[in-house]
């Protein structure tokens, strides 16, 4: 079965460059995840989606970042324009939800690498 | 104070060893726990989820104290493929929600 699919694998780009991260959940998972691991800070969530609609973007740093998902197979993860101390690892996680059963586990993606110069 | 906390480590542990990890977490509203491992440079993936009565899944057990608000982790007869850095999660919702994510703690396990 196909994981989670994120692309890019890696991205080096300069300051100021829009950057836009993609991620495709496990067909027939619900929620989608965005966190973002440094070593400074660990892994942080960033937002997520639960049925196509952001619940909680809590953890987005700033104006600069923006997410979507426009259908359940599809998420973007933008940073416009993309700073320095953006360079981390950016995972997408997706998960099913049911009704009122207990969490299930989520399933990360490989990640995306992002290094701003 | 840190919502979930971890032993700093890194824990060097000879092939054969008993490891335990220990996390605290400090939302007593919080419902669902999990371990999750993380090798170098890759995606973290679960290891176990933590029942209130604890669990057992081969060498690896899971406990959890809900009074004190602890969660540990116990590797017995370790193995140099448990290398990695361990992680503790935890959810305060039962459904839904969001997982926070402990700073992780790694292990070494040596010849």
């Known amino acids: 079965d196909a994981g989670v699919i994120q692309s890019p694998r890696h991205e080096v780009t300069e300051m100021g460059q829009e950057v836009t991260l993609r991620c495709k959940p496990i067909?027939?998972?619900?929620?989608l995840f965005w966190y973002r691991q440094t070593m400074m800070r660990g892994l942080e969530l960033l937002i997520y989606?639960?049925?196509?609609?952001?619940?909680?973007d809590s953890g987005m740093p700033e104006d600069r970042f923006s997410a979507k998902m426009p259908n359940a197979s599809f998420s973007t993860l933008k940073i416009q324009p993309s700073e320095p101390r953006d360079s981390a690892v950016y995972f997408c996680?997706?998960?099913?939800?049911?009704?009122?059963?207990?969490?299930?586990?989520?399933?990360f993606g490989d990640g995306t690498r992002l290094s701003i110069l | 104070r840190k919502e979930v906390e971890q032993d700093p480590g890194p824990f060097n542990v000879p092939e054969g060893a008993t490891v335990a990890f220990n996390c605290t977490y400090s939302?007593?509203?919080?419902?669902?726990f999990f371990w999750y491992r993380q090798d170098c440079r890759k995606e973290p993936k679960l290891l176990m989820s933590v029942y209130s009565s604890g669990n057992e899944d081969g060498r690896f057990t899971a406990q959890l104290n809900r009074a004190s608000q602890y969660i540990s982790l116990l590797i017995r007869d370790s193995k140099l493929s448990d290398s990695a850095t361990y992680l503790c999660v935890v959810n305060m919702a039962r459904v839904g929600g969001k997982l926070i994510f402990g700073q992780g703690t790694e292990l070494s396990v040596k010849p």
């Open positions: 989606f639960n049925n196509n609609v952001p619940i909680d």
């Open positions: 067909s027939g998972h619900n929620s």
């Open positions: 996680a997706s998960s099913l939800s049911r009704g009122q059963s207990p969490n299930q586990p989520q399933h």
């Open positions: 939302n007593s509203a919080s419902q669902s």
